[in-house]
T-cell receptor
Framework: EADIYQTPRYLVIGTGKKITLECSQT?????MYWYQQDPGMELHLIHY???????EKGDLSSESTVSRIRTEHFPLTLESARPSHTSQYLC????????????FGPGTRLLVL | KNQVEQSPQSLIILEGKNCTLQ??????????LRWYKQDTGRGPVSLTI?????NTKSNGRYTATLDADTKQSSLHITASQLSDSASYIC?????????????FGRGTQLTVWP
């Protein structure tokens, strides 16, 4: 079954640690996105990719980095986590259809102490 | 500045009742408008999508309307169920760039009580 997977679902980590949030998909979509969402607030685009070896920064300034070595994987890395990084991170893919609907993973809730 | 504003911010209704959520936008040029449902702790799931030429779209008990002239949309939920409790997010897409970027509202938090 086509789906989007995010791991871990929940993460509590100390300041200064390096973390990688995983996103993998079996949707067969080329376009992938990372969003940051705080409670009661809108989603903010932090990174996106149109395919292998393609990565771009989004609207929200972020200290994270991404890579796209394989179509199925789009990991997001924080080199040194800070309390300000506490948030929910959502991975999404987009099809090539006329409506370009985005499909979201379940999210990773990150708490940096 | 392109914006998507949703109202009310939160809403509580009794099971079986109807409700209507509002979305006003200033995104231009307009491509399409989507309504997403986001359950707590989950990612958003698309409910409906409407282009410029469509003024209503239904998905089961969910009916979305669009007035492109006034740049307003609504999502009407009929005969609400407990499982309708979620955040409903209005998302507008523009065609001003090759990105076809999305503009997200902050959502309306709906709680359905038994």
């Amino acid at each position: 079954e086509a789906d989007i997977y995010q791991t871990p679902r929940y993460l509590v980590i100390g300041t200064g640690k390096k973390i990688t949030l995983e996103c993998s998909q079996t949707m067969g979509h080329d376009k992938m996105y990372w969003y940051q969402q705080d409670p009661g607030m809108e989603l903010h685009l932090i990174h996106y990719s149109y395919g292998v070896n393609s990565t771009e920064k989004g609207d929200l300034s972020s200290e994270s980095t991404v890579s796209r070595i394989r179509t199925e994987h789009f990991p997001l890395t924080l080199e040194s986590a800070r309390p300000s990084h506490t948030s929910q991170y959502l991975c999404a893919t987009q099809d090539r259809g006329g409506h370009e609907t985005q499909y979201f993973g379940p999210g990773t809730r990150l708490l940096v102490l | 500045k392109n914006q998507v504003e949703q109202s009310p911010q939160s809403l509580i209704i009794l099971e079986g009742k109807n409700c209507t959520l509002q979305c006003n936008y200033t995104v231009s040029p307009f491509s399409n408008l989507r309504w997403y449902k986001q359950d707590t702790g989950r990612g958003p799931v698309s409910l409906t999508i409407m282009t410029f030429s469509e003024n209503t779209k239904s998905n089961g008990r969910y009916t979305a309307t669009l007035d492109a002239d006034t740049k307003q949309s609504s999502l009407h939920i009929t005969a609400s169920q407990l499982s309708d409790s979620a955040s409903y997010i209005c998302v507008v897409s523009d065609r001003g760039s090759t990105l076809g970027r999305l503009y997200f509202g902050r959502g309306t938090q709906l709680t359905v009580w038994p």
